[in-house]
């Protein structure tokens, strides 16, 4: 998200910050560059002009339908009003004051409500310059979600909407519900998980996750385990998944297993061929 410099100024510096990295509100103040507020709202028809009392059209329409006033299509009183109110919150006064005040796209910051739900990636912090290659902000759209790889018996066991929880660290938490399930993907993560389908889940409102998170997701409800391995111990070719089992006597062993579920680094899976306090091999 690029900005132009204010009127009067000759550097756009980012003075202030309001917004948080997260789920964005209609109308909400991302912050100021050089001293003057940047509001972001989604609306049918983006402005693409400075407008002041009397002005119509359809851009004025799908700015008064984001600003929750009548939708006559003209700058009358009510969206003056309502453009004044969102300027006191922030303590800053309007383009022109408060009797010729003019609506500006340099500080009304309008995207199609098209791209879907915003959401705040990153944010400049004051006291830095923005220019085209140092955005003053980054912003995602769409609806906010989780993506994770499910051996094929672990999607097997997965239904679309099903619901999910997540957690982060720090303490973060938040649910979801299952989207989509991808076809079988054979190259194994960057992170090492291994070939199966990729599972997106979209996240509810209300939780505190932000992008770029490392998460754990838990299918269905939370239950002890029988048996548990690392994740990464888990291998899967065209037979189902497996282990390696270690053996001191024996060559190591193709061992095959059921997955359960899996979070934290540890799937918990059912196999008939091993018992709690075997050693397996990890993937490297």
Same mark, same amino acid.
Request: aromatic fraction near 4%.
């Given at each position: 998200?690029?900005?132009?410099?204010?009127?009067?100024?000759?550097?756009?510096?980012?003075?202030?910050?309001?917004?948080?990295?997260?789920?964005?509100?209609?109308?909400?103040?991302?912050?100021?560059?050089?001293?003057?507020?940047?509001?972001?709202?989604?609306?049918?028809?983006?402005?693409?002009?400075?407008?002041?009392?009397?002005?119509?059209?359809?851009?004025?329409?799908? !700015?008064?339908?984001?600003?929750?006033? +009548?939708?006559?299509?003209? =700058? $009358? @009183?009510?969206?003056?009003? &309502? %453009?004044?109110?969102?300027?006191?919150?922030?303590?800053?006064?309007?383009?022109?004051?408060?009797?010729?005040?003019?609506?500006?796209?340099?500080?009304?910051?309008?995207?199609?409500?098209?791209?879907?739900? !915003?959401?705040?990636?990153?944010?400049? +912090?004051?006291?830095?310059? =923005? $220019? @085209?290659?140092?955005?003053? &902000? %980054?912003?995602?759209?769409?609806?906010?979600?989780?993506?994770?790889?499910?051996?094929?018996?672990?999607?097997?066991?997965?239904?679309?909407?099903?619901?999910?929880?997540?957690?982060?660290?720090?303490?973060?938490?938040?649910?979801?519900?299952?989207?989509?399930?991808?076809?079988?993907?054979? @190259?194994?993560?960057?992170?090492?998980?291994?070939?199966?389908?990729?599972?997106?889940?979209?996240?509810?409102?209300?939780?505190?996750?932000?992008?770029?998170?490392?998460?754990?997701?838990?299918?269905?409800?939370?239950?002890?385990?029988?048996?548990?391995?690392?994740?990464?111990?888990?291998?899967?070719?065209?037979?189902?998944?497996?282990?390696?089992?270690?053996?001191?006597?024996?060559?190591?062993?193709?061992?095959?297993?059921?997955?359960?579920?899996?979070?934290?680094?540890?799937?918990?899976?059912?196999?008939?061929?091993?018992?709690?306090?075997?050693?397996?091999?990890?993937?490297?």
């Amino acid at each position: 998200m690029s900005v132009n410099p204010p009127a009067g100024a000759e550097r756009i510096v980012v003075t202030s910050v309001s917004a948080n990295p997260g789920q964005l509100t209609n109308g909400q103040l991302l912050g100021t560059v050089s001293n003057r507020p940047v509001f972001l709202f989604s609306v049918d028809i983006p402005l693409f002009r400075n407008l002041v009392a009397g002005d119509t059209g359809s851009d004025v329409a799908s !700015l008064q339908k984001a600003l929750g006033v +009548p939708q006559t299509g003209k =700058v $009358d @009183s009510a969206t003056l009003s &309502a %453009v004044r109110f969102a300027y006191s919150a922030a303590s800053i006064e309007p383009p022109g004051g408060r009797y010729s005040t003019t609506i500006t796209t340099a500080e009304f910051y309008t995207v199609p409500t098209s791209l879907g739900a !915003l959401s705040l990636i990153s944010i400049a +912090p004051a006291g830095s310059s =923005v $220019d @085209s290659d140092h955005p003053f &902000a %980054v912003l995602g759209t769409g609806s906010p979600y989780v993506s994770v790889r499910a051996s094929v018996s672990e999607a097997e066991q997965i239904k679309q909407n099903d619901k999910v929880s997540i957690t982060g660290s720090g303490g973060k938490k938040g649910t979801g519900t299952v989207a989509k399930i991808s076809e079988f993907q054979s @190259s194994p993560t960057s992170g090492g998980r291994p070939p199966g389908r990729d599972i997106q889940i979209n996240l509810d409102a209300g939780g505190n996750l932000k992008a770029g998170d490392a998460v754990a997701v838990l299918f269905g409800t939370e239950s002890k385990p029988d048996m548990a391995v690392p994740t990464i111990a888990i291998r899967s070719d065209s037979g189902g998944d497996y282990v390696i089992k270690r053996s001191q006597s024996t060559t190591p062993a193709r061992t095959p297993v059921v997955v359960q579920r899996n979070a934290d680094g540890w799937t918990a899976i059912k196999a008939e061929g091993l018992a709690v306090g075997d050693q397996v091999l990890v993937s490297q």
